[in-house]
Each structure stands twice: as structure tokens, then as C-alpha cells.
């Protein structure tokens, strides 16, 4: 890892691939090659799954997944209130109600036992989604899935080097969506994918992004994109060496620190290491607000996790109202820590030693 | 007789790459970066618009601009419009209302959309081809929202605008408008970066423009002068080779009625020839009533022009249309 400018100490990942491979899939994309057709079939493999569809950006991967697997006259998806802050915005354009259930507070995601616990007569979809760290029970729920004769989509945009023990992510459900963003673990600038197991769905994705089927729309994936894209699968593998060189810092560093305890990776299945998340305990001096705006001032963007959830956003659009307390309480008590790519072992001692100083 | 090898008028792959090395440097990948800003900025000058945001693509502009007028109802269109318009239209919860052409130009206009303004419809949008100064005139006359989809648009409402070099595929897009108010929503419903005064919006869009797609946009900006020279002189070689034949400018073909012929021998003779010409796309099915548009997708024949095409090949073509030995 290298130390550099401390301007760019963020908890995005942007991951920057070898300029060599940046350059040769972008010169073949320039050149006319199909990069979406070689990625797509790249991640399908890098999955697991039987097909990938690629799209221009994971919001609009949710929205199509979304629509294509609702079941017809139902109107709510199933979600966590813990997650992704437009996740709602992608239900109402999936014309659908969200409908938020509580959080397993183990594992900060969705169980089949949260999830059973808000099913309703008028839900059509369960929306899975994987936590920052680490993965929700994907066996439980997909025995919820049957038991409950609904279709499971996964949203698995934070997990996509992960595995359970079934296998890899991307394989189960009725399908699995992802994001090519700048900050997640592959860097294609923008894009996003969905992989399934299932030929007609894919085709049916396939032609709703393609706008060949009537209800479809143009949500092709820029080739430049997968190009970058390419060039990030290249590297990935190394990519998760650095990263879990940073996380065994961080987690060094941390154990000395009372009042903060460093959600872990469980490694005994394969996991990315990107996201260096920590809960804030009763020990811990200061309050969660407080210590963000501390470490912003010295250029340490790390942020909130997940908050304010879902559920306490206003929405104009219909949605089902809830309370949700397990939910509220842990939206107060975790942040993220800078990490990725530009972030050196400096970087993390001088993270650390801020926080530390904010202990005294 | 095949067609000419492609004109191109793609930005080199030095530039290509140099750009791309400056992505790298900056480690600014999307989220309204500076290639982005660039482009806006350039946007709205050569478009003389006070306001200019770029887009992923034309399908989610067209989306934003419909969400962003806060329409609801209908949104009245040509029964020819692209396929994608009544799309988009129908993802952002509205219905398509498709309004006759006019005979002589197959062209929306005032007259024809005028009739089917039913009290639903919320907006007109037009398209590069149809009568678009009168089309903003009757909507303002009307009370009702005006989206000019396709090309440049400097007049009331907004523009959805496609932008050059992203390839054949997935192509970005820029939104244009001169209200302020309008602008800020937009970019609100784009995402939340780069919106550099957030206003509520009922919900978000994800349309972001990566920094990559901005720089293929920039430099394509800077060969879009020799690329649109080209197909003007394409356009004028068609004219050229047939004399008082019934010519329509399309986006990007030109269109023959060939009354003599007929469309199936007229496409017999091009395809014979080697020829790429096609058939218009029919209009929607949905699109009931509207003789005319059913009688351009009947009789049309597209004639392309674009980077495959030289001026040789435009005459060439032609020739083969007249009958002509070795057209």
C-alpha cells in the first residue's frame, strides 16, 4: 500500500486498476470490441451463476430486477429499513410499495425471521440485502422464499467477493443485483449487473434494458464502462489482498482503543475486506455526530452507516409506515472508516490516532 | 456494390487515452466530476441555454425532464416518434397520446397535435423533425409542459439532448433548459452529487454521467463540426441524385417516398445493389387513427446517412434507385 495525499481519505474504494489493463480494455472498446458481452459473461462466471445481465447503473439493475419479478397484482417489496438511502426512490419506480421490516442486530441485515415477521398479504417480492459487511442469512431466506411462494431478490451490491456456504454470491435467489459505481469493489465508473440462474428471466431482463420488450427501456451499459470494469475483474483478486492487509491494520490499531469495536469479517468464507465499519459503544466518549464532525475536519470523510433509515425518510410516494426500533437504534451507533484504494497504512495510523485523541 | 469503408470522425486514440490518463491522475471516476462540469458548461454555451445537465442516457433524460415537470396524465407525441419516447413516458407513470402527422411532411404539427390535446395531456413533445416552434407555441397556448426530444432546444420547456462518442450503444444525454427552478430539480432527481443547490424532489433518478463517458462526449464535441459537414454533403448528394423525388430529413437517414416505385421495389433495387437501406419502423399499435403514419411506415424507404456512408455511396444509391446500370 502507498500513503498519499490525505484529501482523498474517503470510505469510497475506488479502485484503480494497473494502467496497463485500463488502457488495453479500453483500446479494445474503442476498437469495436464487445466489452458488455465479454464482461457480462466475466461476472456470470466470477459468480457462479448461469447469466449476467449488465446495465448502465445498479439503481436501475434494482428498478428492472424489481419489475421483471414481482409477483403481477401484488403491490409491496419486502426490504430492510437499514440500507442503501434510495432504496425507496427504486421501489416507487418499480412501481411498487416499499414495505420495511427490522434487522437482524447480529448481523445488521434482513433475516427470514424479520423478514416473516412483516410479510403481508399485498407482498410480491422479498428484497434481500446484504450488509456492508459480510452477508445475510441466504439459506434462511431462501427457505423463506419457498415457504412463502415469493420470488427473493438479492441486493448484493456491498458482498460481491463474498461467499456462504452454499457458494458465492450472485447465485441464489431468483436473482442478485450489483453495482459497477466508482466506490464499489469492481470500478467500472458507473454500471451495475444482475446475475440469475434462470435463462428466461435473463432474457427477460435482457429485453426490458434493451427496450425490445414494449414495457422495456434503454438501460444499456457504456462500453467504456465494462471495459473498466474488465480491467477491475483483472485485478480483483489482488485487490482483496490489499484490502485485508488495511483491515489487519485497522484491526491492530483498534484493539487498543476501548469504546469502538470493529465489526469483523468472517473469513472463514471468502470476503472482500473493503469496508472498515465500527460500532460506537456506551464506553466511547463522544457521540456519534460529534466524532464524524471531528474526524471531517481533518479530512477524514467517514460517515454514518445507513442513517437515517428508510423508514424515518419522508416519502411522496406510497410506501407503508412503520416502527421499527431495533432498526432506529443501531442507525445511531455505527460509522464507516475511511478505506480503499488510496487509503496507506499512514493513512489508518493517522485515522486511528485521531480517534484516539478523541478517547483522551 | 458495398458501402464505403467508415468515415471517421472519431476523436484519436492518443486523445482518447490522454483522457483517460487524466481520469486516472484525478481519481475522480462519476458523481459530477470535472469532465462532467466541463461538459455542462460547454453544453450550455453552444447551446445558448442557461442550464445544461448531462445524463447516463437519453431513455432516463427523457424520464427525468417528465419527472421534473412534475407532469401527470398524458404526454401527446407523434404516432412516428421513436419507440423509446412512449417508453420512457410509460416508466415515468404517464400515458402516450399518438397524434396523427401531417400529410405533405409526415411531421407533427400545431394542427395535428392540437387535435388530440385531450384535457390529460400535461405535455407535447416534439421531435427533431416535427414542427417544433409551433408545437412550443400551441403548448404555451395551451397551458401544457413542451420536451424537445433529439436535438438542441433553446425555447420554453426542456431538451433532451443526445450526446456524440459513446460508441453505437448506451449513448449519454443532456437535459437543456433556461428555468432555473426546473434545473435545479433535475439535478436533484439526478442525483444528490453534483447538485450543488439540492431541492426536494418526490424521488431520485440515478441518471449520473461517469467521467469517462464525459470525456468521450468532450472530445467527440471537437470533431462534431466535420461529422455533421459530412452528413450534410451525404444529404445533399441524395437530393442531388434524385431530382424532385419527396426527400424528409430525418435524425439520421433520409427518407424517399418513391410513388413511382413503390416501397418493395425500391428496397429491391438497394438491397440488390448492397445496399443498407430499411423500411421505417410502424407506429405503434396503439397509435389508432392516424392514417398518415401508417402510410409513411407503408411507402418510406430510409435512406442512411452517417459515418458508413461516403457521398459516393449516397449517388451510388441513388443510381441503383433510378435503375441505373452499376448503381
Known sequence: MTATTRAVLSTSNLVQPSRAAVMRHARDAYAGVPAVPVLEARLAAFHGAAHCVALC???????????????????????????????????????LRP???????????????????????????????????????????????????????????????????????????????????????????EGGYVTTQDPALAGRLAALRDGTADDGLDLRLNRFHAAMALAGLDDVQAQVRRNQARYALYRTLLAGLPGLRLVPFDDRHACSFKTIL???????????????????????????????????????????????????????????????HHVGDADIRAVVRALAELAA | MMPAPRQDHRPSWPRVEAMIDGILARRYYTNHGPLAQALEARLAEAHAVPHAIAVTNPAIALIMAIEGLGLRGAVALSALAPRRCAQAIAWAGLAPVFCEVDRAGFTLTAATAGARLTPDV??????????????????????????????????????????????????????????????????????????????????????????????????????????????????????????????????????????????????????????????????????????????????????????????????????????????
Open chain 1, 99 to 189: 414495505r420495511f421490516c427490522e434487522v437482524d442486530p447480529a448481523t445488521l441485515a434482513c433475516s427470514a425471521a424479520t423478514m416473516r415477521a412483516a410479510l403481508a398479504p399485498g407482498v410480491g417480492l422479498l428484497l434481500a440485502v446484504h450488509p456492508i459487511v459480510n452477508t445475510c442469512d441466504v439459506a434462511g431466506l431462501v427457505a423463506l422464499s419457498q415457504e412463502a411462494g415469493l420470488p427473493l431478490l438479492f441486493d448484493s451490491v456491498e458482498s460481491a467477493f463474498e461467499a456462504v456456504e452454499a457458494g458465492k454470491v450472485g447465485s441464489f435467489g431468483a436473482a442478485e443485483c450489483f453495482s459497477l459505481h466508482a466506490s464499489k469493489l469492481l470500478n467500472g465508473y
Open chain 1, 278 to 340: 465500527v460500532e460506537l459503544l456506551p464506553a466511547w466518549p463522544l457521540s456519534r455526530g460529534a466524532t464524524l464532525a471531528r474526524l471531517n475536519d481533518q479530512e477524514m470523510l467517514a460517515r454514518a452507516y445507513y442513517d437515517p433509515p428508510l423508514h424515518r425518510k419522508p416519502m411522496a410516494y406510497p410506501h407503508v409506515p412503520a416502527q421499527l426500533p431495533a432498526t432506529d437504534a443501531l442507525a445511531a451507533r455505527f460509522m464507516l472508516l475511511p478505506c480503499g
Open chain 1, 57 to 95: 447503473n445498479g439503481f436501475w439493475a434494482l428498478v428492472l430486477a424489481m419489475r421483471a419479478l414481482a409477483v403481477p397484482g401484488r403491490s409491496d417489496v419486502l426490504m430492510p429499513s437499514l440500507t442503501y438511502r434510495r432504496m425507496a426512490d427504486v421501489a416507487a419506480w418499480a412501481g
Open chain 2, 122 to 327: 400535461g405535455a407535447i413533445l416534439a421531435g427533431p423533425a416535427d414542427a417544433r416552434s409551433d408545437l412550443a407555441a400551441l403548448a404555451a397556448v395551451r397551458g401544457v409542459a413542451f420536451i424537445a426530444e433529439g436535438a438542441p432546444w433553446a425555447g420554453q420547456g426542456v431538451g433532451v439532448l443526445a450526446l456524440p462518442g459513446q460508441g453505437d450503444d448506451a449513448g449519454a444525454a443532456c437535459l437543456l433548459t433556461s428555468d432555473d427552478a426546473l434545473a435545479a430539480r433535475l439535478r436533484s432527481i439526478r442525483s444528490s452529487y453534483g447538485a450543488s443547490n439540492p431541492v426536494p424532489v418526490a424521488r431520485t433518478a440515478n441518471g449520473r454521467l461517469s467521467e469517462a463517458q464525459a470525456a468521450m462526449a468532450l472530445l467527440s464535441l471537437e470533431t462534431a463540426g466535420a461529422a455533421a459537414s459530412h452528413a450534410a454533403a451525404v444529404r445533399a448528394a441524395y437530393r442531388a441524385g434524385l431530382p424532385g423525388a419527396r426527400l424528409l430529413d430525418l435524425r439520421s437517414a433520409i427518407a424517399i417516398i418513391p410513388d413511382t416505385l413503390g416501397q418493395a421495389e425500391a428496397l429491391a433495387r438497394l438491397r440488390g445493389a448492397g445496399w443498407p437501406a430499411q423500411m421505417p419502423a410502424p407506429p405503434d399499435p396503439r397509435a389508432t387513427s392516424c392514417p398518415n403514419a401508417a402510410a409513411f411506415s407503408s411507402r418510406a424507404v430510409l435512406l442512411p446517412v452517417g459515418p458508413t456512408i461516403t457521398t459516393a455511396a449516397a449517388t451510388a444509391m441513388c443510381g441503383a434507385l433510378m435503375g441505373r446500370p452499376g448503381g
